[in-house]
């Protein structure tokens, strides 16, 4: 069975500090990967996607970066940390099954005071 | 624009009630559409896809897709105290496409 880690469960950071989220795929071979951002109680919205190791695609301009340096790990970073990254950030890979699904990690909650 | 609507925003319904949820896209290119739940605190979790006009039932639960209209909507029968959560409809172009558009939810409250 395929599982899906993401760390840290949640971060308290300054504003203009580095961050950096991770995300391991465990039972699946070469994925496809995403990110989302989500704010409280709102949409999902995509942000990276990779289809293979090293090579990350930017969906949204929102000062922050991602890579994919093995087949089952997907990095989320930026720099420097704006008070807009606050939100819950949650990994996912596809499904090519019959369904085409999106399964979720269990997201990591960012609060940039 | 969002391009994917959903309807209502919230929607409270008793225990054992029928909850229906809407979708509709304003990008007549999405022609797959997947519905999502997410219980507070966790990652959203696939419930439906769906492909093809008509309805598509699983369980409790039945889509419906209008391909000409861009509508889907959700049915959640005999609704559960445990259905309460926060329900996304999610749409694409292909469905092997990396691009995945959600709308921006609705909250439902089963009372028991």
């Known amino acids: 069975a395929q599982t899906i880690h993401q760390w840290p469960v949640a971060e308290i950071k300054a504003v203009g500090s580095p961050l950096s989220l991770g995300c391991t795929i465990k039972?699946?071979?070469?994925?496809?990967l995403y990110w989302y951002w989500q704010a409280t109680g709102g949409t999902l919205q995509q942000l990276f996607y990779?289809?293979?190791?090293?090579?990350v695609e930017s969906v949204v301009q929102l000062n922050l970066s991602a890579s994919r340096p093995k087949d089952d790990q997907f990095i989320l970073s930026t720099e420097k940390l704006l008070l807009s990254h606050s939100g819950f950030y949650l990994c996912?890979?596809?499904?090519?099954?019959?369904?085409?699904?999106?399964?979720f990690g269990p997201g990591t909650r960012l609060t940039v005071l | 624009q969002q391009k994917v609507q959903q309807s209502p925003e919230s929607l409270s319904v008793p225990e054992g009630g029928m909850a229906s949820l809407n979708c509709t896209s304003s990008?007549?290119?999405?022609?797959y559409f997947w519905w999502y739940r997410q219980h507070s605190g966790e990652g959203p979790k696939a419930l439906m896809?769906?492909?093809?006009?008509g309805d598509k039932k699983e369980g409790r639960f039945t889509a419906h897709l209008n391909k000409a209209s861009l509508h889907v909507s959700l049915h959640i029968r005999d609704s559960q105290p445990s259905d309460s959560a926060l329900y996304f409809c999610?749409?694409?172009?292909?469905?092997?496409?990396?691009?995945?558009?959600f709308g921006d939810g609705t909250q439902l409250v089963v009372k028991p």
């Open positions: 996912a890979w596809k499904d090519w099954g019959a369904t085409y699904e999106q399964y």
């Open positions: 039972g699946k071979s070469s994925p496809n």
């Open positions: 990779s289809i293979t190791v090293g090579q």
């Open positions: 990008d007549r290119n999405f022609q």
């Open positions: 896809s769906i492909f093809s006009d």
């Open positions: 999610a749409a694409s172009e292909q469905y092997n496409n990396n691009r995945i558009f």
